[in-house]
């Protein structure tokens, strides 16, 4: 962790703060692949992030810290479809990996993954969600000119494909030959502009709308890995706090059914038919992959996870509502 200091006088070497400059830096939690700070300026308080080599997870995983660069270009990218949906980029100091954005305060603006886990479920704002994803990859689908500026297979191959789906083919050999070629179809899509991490914990619930933080593992191929992704939380948080489970399939069933009518590129059922395999298999890597799901602790919770996701991801699901409905059967019988 870099200290207060040596983020203050980056900023300063870069031109970002006066060199006579005494701000208030504030470390903030969560950050699991960059360091995170809030920064407080005459003009008001601002955001600091900037990118780690090695991400902190039990296992060895490290990733190159030009994802930064990245994630600057998708929120630019982003926010001219989705506007106040994406913060604002303020200042990017490229030479040092960190940039400086919009902060929200948390009293206004709290993180989705909290306020799930408290049972406050929100199916509209699940909608929301929904949209705000259908919207990105509508306005960037097809594009060669925004294709060209995310040519970042190798970096989502690093911080998603790989620790994820592959590392799952590797605990679960008798899984491979459904787990490699999805990771290798993935791999080769160029469809859209994707998030790559679009988690409860990375959205925050605002009195607006949502907002989309944390794109690190921006990249230009398939947008049903954002759908995907955002689903299997949803279905994990059922097993985290049982009591909310069908608050949680609400609000699952909401973004499917907010994200689908916005999808325009391509046929809504074939985007769907790609995302229910992969959330599948996303499922799987919560609890086998290189970065499990802190709250899914306990062994039972870790073998349900695992002896659910395995059958959906050897027998194959057809579409999301099809795996939501084996994952609802499974609940019950729990």
Known sequence: ?????????ALKAAGYLAPDARP????LTGGVSSDVFRLDTPAGPVCVKRALARLRVAADWRAPVIRSQYEVEWLRTARRFAGAAVPEILFE??????????????QTHPVWKPELAAGRVDAGFAGQVGRMLATIHAGTAGS???????????????LRLAPFLRRCAEV?????????PLADRTAAARIALVHGDVSPKNILHGPDGPVLLDAECAWYGDPAFDLAFCSAHLLLKCVWKPDH?????DAFYALQRAYLPGVAWESPADLDSR????????????????SPADYVRTPEDKGFVRDVAKRLVAEGTPAMAALAAVWKEALGTR
């Open 1 to 9: 962790m870099p200290s207060e200091t040596e983020i203050v006088e």
């Open 24 to 27: 208030r830096l504030e470390c």
């Open 93 to 106: 100091d490229r030479s040092r990996n960190l940039f400086v954005m919009s902060f929200y305060d948390p």
């Open 144 to 158: 060669p000119e925004i294709a060209a500026r995310f040519e970042t297979t190798a970096l989502f191959e690093d």
């Open 172 to 180: 679960h050999p008798a899984l491979a030959h459904r787990l490699i």
């Open 245 to 249: 489970a069908s608050a949680y399939l």
């Open 275 to 290: 995302a229910a395999p992969l959330a599948a298999a996303i499922l799987l890597a919560r609890v086998d992959g290189k």
